[in-house]
């Protein structure tokens, strides 16, 4: 048995079938339906394996389903490693469907894209000036994109001494449509005292393509970013998209069964870290305007990185807003890279439970730290047709620095 399928088995034999996982899980809160949960998902992998059945619709059916979110490891109290039995079961799949993996031609074409961040963000120009047109029904929960503006990101004034040096990884969607919330990171982590450099060969995280089942393609692109960092020396790697830090911070699982890159791998993860890490508990004064604001988490950020809790801490450190948590910031949006476009359908029904728990709180802002869930909480916005603003917690903290300059230096502006 492959090395895969071994850690696969290790970790079915791990779980007691408790069922704490089950209403963790969107995709069974949505149907109650055992083969939409981790528990039965499990059970269809087992069989596969043990050729008590075979691989076929029924586990395409129950695996393609699953967000990927990971939530219910981290409500496990075994400790089982889900995504190890989630991506045998993919590789399993891999010899009884075609090439294309069961991706209709949209998710193809984006897989492509996001190999080129330049290529991706010269599309989304395109797309802003031919909004008018028609569009391919796939391709709606992509028309937030066209209607989002970069902010300009002026230099940041410097607050503390010198803190060392980092490394940013920019992302491909992240840096092709919401460039200005990196750029906001960067001189957040500047006025911090943090020296950043971004290098030049970096390319796509492949989560993407990882999740779509497209292993050797996230493998490829993996080691494009390892070469790259490797340059930088052992500075933290830092991002502001939850699941790019989660899929970096596996790289090292990646490539566990591969002697030539396992150690420059596992070297790379160790040192990733999502930005706000670098930036809790520095001396940075954060000023609102009154408004009421909430947050939707990242839940590889939560579930994978265990960062989650720091994003909170810094939405609610800015003076004069109102920091209003929804209940379920913690579970996943229904984007999970794309399953929205995938499995429009399921993604729609997940999206109406967190839009009803944030239309309760009258926020004038939505905050995110992760491209994929601004452009789903942004959608859900539109369709309800809530007075609010969706934007990154990069972007938000960075004017309430400025704000919390100004005030610092006796000027008051209003804005």
Same mark, same amino acid.
């Given at each position: 048995?492959?090395?895969?399928?071994?850690?696969?088995?290790?970790?079915?034999?791990?779980?007691?079938?408790?069922?704490?996982?089950?209403?963790?899980?969107?995709?069974?809160?949505?149907?109650?339906?055992?083969?939409?949960?981790?528990?039965?998902?499990?059970?269809?992998?087992?069989?596969?394996?043990?050729?008590?059945?075979?691989?076929?619709?029924?586990?395409?059916?129950?695996?393609?389903?699953?967000?990927?979110?990971?939530?219910?490891?981290?409500?496990?109290?075994?400790?089982?490693?889900?995504?190890?039995?989630?991506?045998?079961?993919?590789?399993?799949?891999?010899?009884?469907?075609?090439?294309?993996?069961?991706?209709?031609?949209?998710?193809?074409?984006?897989?492509?894209?996001?190999?080129?961040?330049?290529?991706?963000?010269?599309?989304?120009?395109?797309?802003?000036?031919?909004?008018?047109?028609?569009?391919?029904?796939?391709?709606?929960?992509?028309?937030?994109?066209?209607?989002?503006?970069?902010?300009?990101?002026?230099?940041?004034?410097? =607050?503390?001494?010198?803190?060392?040096?980092?490394?940013?990884?920019?992302?491909?969607?992240?840096?092709?449509?919401?460039?200005?919330?990196?750029?906001?990171?960067?001189?957040?982590?500047?006025?911090?005292?943090?020296?950043?450099?971004?290098?030049?060969?970096?390319?796509?995280?492949?989560?993407?393509?990882?999740?779509?089942?497209?292993?050797?393609?996230?493998?490829?692109?993996?080691?494009?970013?390892?070469?790259?960092?490797?340059?930088?020396?052992?500075?933290?790697?830092?991002?502001?998209?939850?699941?790019?830090?989660?899929?970096?911070?596996?790289?090292?699982?990646?490539?566990?069964?591969?002697?030539?890159?396992?150690?420059?791998?596992?070297?790379?993860?160790?040192?990733?870290?999502?930005?706000?890490?670098?930036?809790?508990?520095?001396?940075?004064?954060?000023?609102?305007?009154?408004?009421?604001?909430?947050?939707?988490?990242?839940?590889?950020?939560?579930?994978?990185?265990?960062?989650?809790?720091?994003?909170?801490?810094?939405?609610?450190?800015?003076?004069?807003?109102?920091?209003?948590?929804?209940?379920?910031?913690?579970?996943?949006?229904?984007?999970?890279?794309?399953?929205?476009?995938?499995?429009?359908?399921?993604?729609?029904?997940?999206?109406?439970?967190?839009?009803?728990?944030?239309?309760?709180?009258?926020?004038?802002?939505?905050?995110? =730290?992760?491209?994929?869930?601004?452009?789903?909480?942004?959608?859900? =916005?539109?369709?309800?047709?809530?007075?609010?603003?969706?934007?990154?917690?990069?972007?938000?903290?960075?004017?309430?620095?400025?704000?919390?300059?100004?005030?610092?230096?006796?000027?008051?502006?209003?804005?």
């Amino acid at each position: 048995m492959e090395k895969r399928f071994e850690l696969a088995m290790a970790e079915i034999n791990h779980c007691n079938k408790c069922g704490f996982c089950l209403p963790a899980c969107p995709t069974y809160r949505l149907t109650g339906n055992e083969l939409d949960s981790p528990r039965g998902r499990i059970a269809m992998v087992e069989g596969v394996l043990n050729d008590e059945i075979a691989a076929g619709d029924g586990l395409e059916a129950s695996l393609t389903y699953c967000l990927g979110c990971r939530a219910c490891e981290t409500a496990c109290p075994s400790g089982v490693q889900y995504h190890r039995i989630l991506e045998a079961g993919k590789a399993v799949l891999d010899g009884t469907r075609p090439r294309h993996r069961g991706l209709s031609f949209v998710p193809r074409m984006l897989l492509r894209l996001t190999k080129s961040p330049k290529r991706l963000g010269r599309l989304a120009r395109w797309g802003k000036r031919a909004q008018h047109l028609p569009m391919p029904s796939a391709l709606k929960s992509l028309m937030p994109m066209l209607a989002y503006h970069p902010e300009m990101i002026p230099p940041a004034p410097r =607050v503390s001494p010198a803190q060392g040096k980092a490394s940013f990884f920019q992302g491909c969607v992240q840096e092709a449509l919401y460039h200005d919330a990196n750029r906001a990171a960067v001189e957040l982590l500047a006025a911090v005292g943090y020296e950043v450099k971004t290098p030049a060969m970096q390319t796509c995280c492949g989560a993407l393509a990882w999740h779509a089942g497209r292993s050797e393609e996230a493998r490829a692109l993996a080691r494009r970013n390892i070469e790259a960092f490797e340059g930088t020396g052992a500075v933290p790697v830092v991002n502001t998209a939850g699941g790019c830090g989660a899929m970096l911070s596996e790289y090292g699982e990646l490539f566990a069964s591969d002697p030539d890159w396992s150690e420059r791998a596992d070297r790379f993860s160790r040192r990733v870290k999502d930005w706000t890490a670098l930036i809790e508990g520095r001396p940075l004064r954060f000023v609102g305007t009154g408004e009421r604001v909430t947050l939707q988490n990242s839940c590889h950020l939560l579930n994978v990185e265990g960062g989650g809790d720091v994003p909170a801490k810094l939405a609610a450190a800015v003076e004069g807003d109102t920091f209003v948590p929804i209940p379920g910031q913690d579970r996943c949006c229904g984007s999970a890279g794309i399953y929205n476009i995938q499995h429009p359908d399921w993604a729609s029904r997940i999206l109406v439970e967190k839009m009803t728990e944030v239309q309760e709180r009258f926020p004038d802002r939505v905050l995110v =730290v992760n491209p994929g869930c601004q452009l789903e909480m942004t959608q859900g =916005v539109q369709q309800r047709e809530l007075p609010a603003e969706v934007e990154h917690l990069a972007r938000y903290l960075y004017r309430a620095f400025l704000r919390g300059q100004r005030e610092s230096q006796g000027f008051h502006q209003v804005e």
